[in-house]
């Protein structure tokens, strides 16, 4: 749950004026002091001060991967044979990535502009194939743990197919015989994460390849964030549960290179098992009058800068390359959760993975302890159900562990003063002030004024916080708020 899809981080106030193009164009230097300037509150992920968004390699693969994307700044991959540079590093990404993922010759698979959209071409392939290959009687069924990333969600939104989720167990990890229970006539394609990103832990991916094929259905392993680091850590000899195509059952996979590939913005792959399972991921349209129209993913004009700049990432950085950023990552996560177990305050959330983790307290407000690391310069995101921050390690942390760990338990003997200042537990309230802190304060304020107003206790200030949680949901209305929020950000 990242609340900076809402909003800046630190919740800058929206902007309504309205703009227009320059008359005449500002000078090189006059424009560039300008978006400097407009960096002032970015994340300063180059210092680690961040647990999520940036993966950040180090300036040397950073400028390699860089330049590889200028080279092919205005290079489209819209038309494969227009620019066979592109089809050919594409081809090569998806054949190292297939390697990677101990497939075989039969793998095939196409770049895509990131995790999301990897998911919607499982996901729509899953439904294309369900359509001609089973006897659906009604609409298509995707099966998915309740960790599940919220692409399937807007997969499922997008292309019209209904959702069975299925909760996962106290280690977060999902049970496959629950899920199995779940199948149905109409079920077409079962979801495994590896990692899950909420809590890092790895679904029981052999189980559910078991399930999938024994029921004849598609199964999709979403590597999102794990792809480039479980099979470095796998190398290092880290006990990693298998969870790629040396899985019996597997037929997808979803792995970000922006993510622990190190490459630019916009570099995801999704494979399949074979070319007969993609070909449903395709679309064609043969009667445009501009030509025969066919595209392999969501978009249509593709960016040649990123797919170059993904096959930059994986040819320097090359496997020793991730091997090191791999064990940096992993040392680091070891020494921060190390630390954590000392403080009595603090829990990791079940045992994680990988890199990626939660922490939660029994005997404090967690989100507090996320306030007060805030204070001190460090972006932390909060997650819910149950409440916690969400940690994922990349090699920029290595530096600055030790000051993070200083720093949290700061923080914690912060929250602690606070928590003693603080009336009883009470789940309503506890819930509200989870909101309070995963929104912006604008958007939030907004909320607090329309379940007062549903509200029989009018304006009182408690009373509609008490009353807003239940007065919200199931209404549409808190989706309404965000949407109309997401709304004015976007002017
Ligand atoms: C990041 C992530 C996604 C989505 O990827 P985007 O590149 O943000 O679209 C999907 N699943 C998992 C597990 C992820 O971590």
Redesign the pocket.
Known sequence: MAPTVLGNHKGLPLQNTMKKIPTKGLTETELFAEMNALRKDDLNWRNGRNFAYVYYPGEEILSVVKKAYQLFFSENALNPSAFPSLRNMENDVVSMCASLFHGDEDVVGSLTT????S?LMAVKTAREWGKKNKNLTGTPEIILPSTA?P?FFKAAHYFNVNILLCPVEQDFRVDAQKMEKLISENTVLLVG?AP??PQGVVDPIEALGQIAKKRNLLFHV?A??GGFILPFLQQLDHKIPAFDFSVEGVTSI?A?I??YGYAAKGA?VILHKNSNLRKHQFYTYTKWTGGIYASPTMTGTRPGGAIAAAYAALKFVGNDGYLKLAKSCMDTTEKLQNAIREIPELDILTTPDATLFAITSDSLDIYEVGDEMGILGWQIDRQQMPPSLHFSINPAHEKVIDQTIEDLKIAVQKAKKLSLNKVGKNVQLQAIKTMQRMLPQSLFEKIKQLAAKHSDVGGKRSAAMYGMIGELQGKGDLDDMIKDFLDKMMK
């Open positions: 990131g995790g999301t959209e998911i990333h692409a994460s899950s990103y979403d999102c964030i979803s970000d922006h993510k995801s």
